[in-house]
Structure formats: C-alpha cells, structure tokens
C-alpha cells in the first residue's frame, strides 16, 4: 500500500500540469482513457508534420476513403466504392450516406478533391497520383471523379496507405490552406472530436467521442480497415518526456496505455504485481527502422564519398542495443536486427544486394575520410532527448563519428525543436546542420510508393535534399512495372544505387514493445496505434 502511494505521488510530483489535473472533475474513469504518446505533436497539420505522432493524432480525427487491414489490403472506409473507366482513365468514387464534418457540414466530393490535391503537394505517393490527373473535380455531393492522363493503378493503395503522410479527408476551407502552411484548426469527420480548447502545447490533448460518427457497416475492425467503434466518450494525450514519471503513473493506474516504455523497463513491468495489471505486447509487427539522414546541401555530406564512408563504419547491433537493449518479451526473445538494406526486411522489395557495403570497420572509414578530404569536418548532428530511441541512437552516432575523425556538435533539443530546425536549407555557420537520426516504421519502407527517405528528387525530397536521378528512374520503373518480377528488379536496383549514393545511413531495425494496464481490451493490431474497437473490461 505505501510503495503504491509513493509511486502515485511520485507520479503527479513529477509530471507535467496536464498530469497533474487528474484529480479535476472530468468524466468517470471507465469511459476515459489516458494515453502517454512517444511525442509532442509540435503541429497538428497531418500534411505538413510526418512525424509519426501527428498521424496518430490525425487518425482520432480524420478519417481516410480507404482503410488498411493487417494484412496490407485496401477496404473502402469512406466510399460505398468506386468505377474505373476508358482503360484506367477515368476514376469515379461515391461518398457514404450521412458522412459529417464536425463542425456538422456534410462531407461532400469537393472536400475530397482538395484533401487530395493538398495531400498529393506533399506525400511523396500523392505527388505520383498528381502528376498522372489531366483533372479532378466534384460531380455531384457524394460523387466525385479523378481523370488522369495516364493509368496509375496503386490509386487505392496511395488512398488507403498509413505511412506518413496519409491522406485524410478535411473540409475545403482547411484543405484550401496552402500545403506548405500549417493548418491550425483539427476538423475532420472522424470517430473522435480534436478538444482545441484543452491542447495544452508540450503537455495534454484531449478527444471526444464524436456521436454523429457512423462506421462501416459489417465486417470486423483490422487495422484502419472496418468498422470504427469508439467506446471511450474521452480520450486524453498526456505527454511526459520523464520515463520515470512515466512508468509510475502506469503502475499506479494514473495512466492507461503508454506507447512506447524504455528497455530497462520492460522486466519491471513483467514481473510480480506488475504483470497481473500491466501487459507488454508488441502491435506493430513491422518493426521500427533506423536511419541516419545527412544533409546533402551541406559540407562534408554533399560528397557521397564522406556517406559512403559512414556506411563503411556503421555497426547496426550497435545501434539497436543502445535504443532497446537485450532483453526480449514473450514472443519475441531478439527485438534487435541487423542486415538491414534500403526496404524492410520482410516486404516484397527486400534484397541483400549492397549489404557487403556495411563493414562495421572504423579504420577503414578513417581511411575513407582521409581519402576524400574531410578529416576533422565539423558535423552539427540534431538530437530529440525527449524520445528515447532517437536520443540513444544520437549518443551512439555521435561517438562513431568522433572516432571516425569528425569534429562532432551534437545539438540536443526536444524533437519539435529538432523538426523545425531540420527544414533549414542554410549553411552551418548560419544555423544549419549535417544530419539526424531517426525512426519509420517497416511500413514505411514497404515499397517505393510510400519510402520518403530513399527518394532523390532533390529540393522537393524529405529534408536532407538528396538528388539522385538513377533512384528516381527507378522509382518511376516500379510504379510502371507490367509484374512483379518487373518490380522487384526495379527495387533492387533501387538499393543498388543507394548503397552507392547514400540517401541515408540505414542503423538497424528493432521491435518496439508497447505497455499498458490489462484492463483495456480490444486493442488493434498494426501501424498506427488505434483508439477505436479498445474498450475497458
């Protein structure tokens, strides 16, 4: 009782001031769950901001044409379905009855057409659609058409996807918002309501369950495919950047559900009184990539032999210990991988072509920097400390590099500072930088369609600008692809030429285990984490 007590009052000590408000009259605990996330949102714009957590947020708000169930099928979500015409040409899609904004407007074709059209500016899967449309407009409230000017079958796929960034529908007004300016409103026509009035910037959001939400009908909820049920009438985000805080709160019951718990704590809370009221379970079966993502506009990585170099050097177990350590869950004993190329390991895109390039020798690396010119470079590397796995990758990186030769500043913000600071294009001296690391989900390097960082199209590519014309020929092959062997030679030359050009240093992949109190049932599977179908017992 009083170690229970101390942990408790430890909690609410330490947290945040959103934390720390649990005691103020809110609805009854059953019908309200607290949920720690990886991150700060920084920016609520699902657009704009990739960072994995504005999806996540995006997804109690927004809803998609299309879900994705576990096993990587498309299920219309927001269509009743869809006709294609004139040889692929012509696309025409009809909305479900009684789809509502809410801010209670209808959800009509033109809010469709505009979602797509700023989605399509920024995702690097929208830009392909968007190049192949000749036209899109609305026909009629619920109808709305897509003619291209050349087929593109993976329409469905590139609506349904959910690696960053997705395409989620909002009211024209937002959609209208240009694509390279934040949206500050979060209005959509999903199962939860965005609370503005509560957004506590760096500590809380809160969801209401949305009454006027109609899901699917039939069929049974998978991934973001299906049926989408919200049980909770409250859904609170709490952001505690302190583990510590963090792992008390959860074992005294202050918290619900906390995304993504520290290595060291995944034994604490699988044994003893812990185990009979927390589980540890791993939901996204595709892992976490690593990568570390240089900054092609700037000495010395604008030399692809200085990236090539950092290859020769990197030890991917290395990596992977320092972000979730050796200790396993039931299930899943390693939750470290090695071997890790361009795509993940398990997609259809996988290959071994390149990964000789992985030496895990930093003598020979020295020797490829002294050759190329760079020894003693400074390198401004940017670290999030409030997110664990980037901070212990960070640490890790940093110290390679110096052994390397490099001249390291290792510059350690919280990850909304890092991410505003990454879309500077200017030099070092004038507040720039050479790289970060960073994380995506084995979904996100599925296939070329959804793999931002692999891309070379220069000053439209993820921050890191790398241009590399023969990856994007490639890419453009792929997409044209008449079969799958066609698709698979293109994706291996893919990796080809990225073990030579080095759009970014892949570090490794790893399993992150989720925790969260045993109480909570109905929790999905998949990428992202899901607030629907999940109910209290």
Same mark, same amino acid.
């Given at each position: 009782?009083?170690?229970?007590?101390?942990?408790?009052?430890?909690?609410?000590?330490?947290?945040?001031?959103?934390?720390?408000?649990?005691?103020?009259?809110? #609805?009854?605990?059953?019908?309200?769950?607290?949920?720690?996330?990886?991150?700060?949102?920084?920016?609520?714009?699902?657009?704009?901001?990739?960072?994995?957590?504005?999806?996540?947020?995006?997804?109690?708000?927004?809803?998609?044409?299309?879900?994705?169930? &576990?096993?990587?099928?498309?299920?219309?979500?927001?269509?009743?379905?869809?006709?294609?015409?004139?040889?692929?040409?012509?696309?025409?899609?009809?909305?479900?009855?009684?789809? $509502?904004?809410?801010?209670?407007?209808?959800?009509?074709?033109?809010?469709?057409?505009?979602?797509?059209?700023?989605?399509?500016?920024?995702?690097?899967?929208?830009?392909?659609?968007?190049?192949?449309?000749?036209?899109?407009? &609305?026909?009629?409230?619920?109808?709305?058409?897509?003619?291209?000017?050349?087929?593109?079958?993976?329409?469905?796929?590139?609506?349904?996807?959910?690696?960053?960034?997705?395409?989620?529908?909002?009211?024209?007004?937002?959609?209208?918002?240009?694509?390279?300016?934040?949206?500050?409103?979060?209005?959509?026509?999903?199962?939860?309501?965005?609370?503005?009035?509560?957004?506590?910037?760096?500590?809380?959001?809160?969801?209401?369950?949305?009454?006027?939400?109609?899901?699917?009908?039939?069929?049974?909820?998978?991934?973001?495919?299906?049926? $989408?049920?919200?049980?909770?009438?409250?859904?609170?985000?709490?952001?505690? #950047?302190?583990?510590?805080?963090?792992?008390?709160?959860?074992?005294?019951?202050?918290?619900?559900?906390?995304?993504?718990?520290?290595?060291?704590?995944?034994?604490?809370?699988?044994?003893?009184?812990? /185990?009979?009221?927390?589980?540890?379970?791993?939901?996204?079966?595709?892992?976490?990539?690593?990568?570390?993502? #240089?900054?092609? =506009?700037?000495?010395?990585?604008?030399?692809?032999?200085?990236?090539?170099?950092?290859?020769?050097?990197?030890?991917?177990?290395?990596?992977?210990?320092?972000?979730?350590?050796?200790?396993?869950?039931?299930?899943?004993?390693?939750?470290?991988?090695?071997?890790?190329?361009?795509?993940?390991?398990?997609?259809?895109?996988?290959?071994?072509?390149?990964?000789?390039?992985? $030496? $895990?020798?930093?003598?020979?690396?020295?020797?490829?920097?002294?050759? /190329?010119?760079?020894?003693?470079?400074? =390198?401004?590397?940017?670290?999030?400390?409030?997110?664990?796995?980037?901070?212990?990758?960070?640490?890790?990186?940093?110290?390679?590099?110096?052994?390397?030769?490099?001249?390291?500043?290792?510059?350690?913000?919280?990850?909304?500072?890092?991410?505003?600071?990454?879309?500077?294009?200017?030099?070092? &001296?004038?507040?720039?930088?050479?790289?970060?690391?960073?994380?995506?989900?084995?979904?996100?390097?599925?296939?070329? /369609?959804?793999?931002?960082?692999?891309?070379?199209?220069?000053?439209?590519?993820?921050?890191?600008?790398?241009?590399?014309? *023969?990856?994007?020929?490639?890419?453009?092959?792929?997409?044209?692809?008449?079969?799958?062997?066609?698709?698979?030679?293109?994706?291996?030359?893919?990796?080809?030429?990225?073990?030579?050009?080095?759009?970014?240093?892949?570090?490794?992949?790893?399993?992150?285990?989720?925790?969260?109190?045993?109480?909570?049932?109905?929790?999905?599977?998949?990428?992202?984490?899901?607030?629907?179908?999940?109910?209290? *017992?």
């Amino acid at each position: 009782m009083l170690r229970r007590e101390l942990l408790k009052g430890a909690a609410l000590a330490a947290a945040p001031a959103g934390l720390s408000r649990f005691a103020i009259a809110q #609805p009854a605990a059953a019908r309200t769950l607290k949920y720690v996330p990886h991150a700060n949102p920084g920016n609520i714009d699902p657009f704009t901001n990739t960072a994995f957590v504005a999806r996540d947020h995006a997804f109690l708000v927004f809803d998609q044409l299309y879900g994705m169930n &576990e096993r990587f099928e498309a299920q219309p979500q927001m269509v009743q379905g869809h006709v294609v015409e004139n040889d692929g040409l012509l696309w025409r899609f009809t909305l479900r009855e009684g789809l $509502k904004f809410h801010d209670n407007t209808p959800v009509r074709g033109r809010d469709c057409v505009a979602s797509i059209a700023r989605w399509g500016k920024r995702d690097a899967f929208g830009q392909e659609l968007i190049a192949r449309v000749a036209e899109m407009k &609305e026909e009629s409230d619920r109808v709305f058409s897509i003619r291209l000017n050349r087929p593109f079958p993976k329409m469905i796929e590139a609506f349904s996807k959910v690696t960053t960034s997705c395409l989620f529908v909002m009211p024209e007004r937002l959609a209208n918002v240009d694509a390279f300016q934040n949206i500050t409103e979060a209005v959509g026509s999903g199962p939860y309501r965005f609370v503005a009035s509560e957004w506590v910037p760096g500590s809380r959001l809160a969801y209401t369950r949305n009454p006027d939400y109609v899901p699917v009908s039939g069929g049974q909820p998978s991934m973001t495919a299906g049926p $989408k049920v919200a049980h909770f009438d409250r859904v609170e985000w709490h952001i505690i #950047p302190d583990h510590s805080t963090a792992a008390a709160a959860l074992q005294s019951g202050e918290i619900d559900w906390w995304e993504q718990p520290t290595a060291d704590l995944f034994p604490v809370f699988m044994r003893g009184a812990n /185990a009979r009221n927390i589980a540890v379970d791993i939901i996204n079966s595709s892992g976490l990539i690593g990568i570390f993502r #240089p900054n092609h =506009l700037t000495a010395p990585f604008d030399n692809p032999a200085v990236r090539r170099a950092v290859l020769t050097a990197i030890n991917q177990i290395d990596f992977m210990t320092a972000v979730i350590g050796e200790t396993g869950v039931q299930g899943r004993p390693n939750l470290r991988r090695e071997g890790i190329g361009y795509f993940a390991p398990e997609s259809p895109s996988a290959s071994a072509v390149g990964l000789d390039r992985l $030496k $895990k020798n930093v003598d020979a690396a020295r020797s490829e920097l002294q050759a /190329a010119g760079a020894m003693g470079a400074k =390198l401004v590397v940017l670290n999030a400390t409030d997110l664990a796995s980037i901070n212990a990758a960070s640490l890790v990186g940093a110290d390679l590099f110096s052994r390397m030769g490099f001249n390291v500043d290792l510059v350690s913000t919280d990850w909304g500072t890092l991410v505003a600071r990454r879309a500077s294009k200017n030099p070092l &001296e004038q507040g720039g930088w050479s790289g970060f690391f960073t994380f995506w989900s084995g979904v996100d390097h599925w296939n070329p /369609a959804s793999h931002a960082s692999i891309r070379g199209h220069g000053a439209n590519a993820w921050p890191g600008w790398p241009t590399i014309p *023969a990856i994007e020929q490639q890419r453009n092959a792929w997409f044209d692809a008449p079969d799958e062997a066609a698709a698979k030679a293109a994706t291996t030359e893919m990796q080809r030429i990225a073990f030579d050009e080095v759009p970014y240093v892949p570090t490794g992949m790893y399993y992150q285990p989720t925790a969260y109190r045993r109480n909570l049932t109905g929790m999905l599977k998949g990428q992202p984490p899901l607030f629907w179908n999940i109910r209290r *017992a």
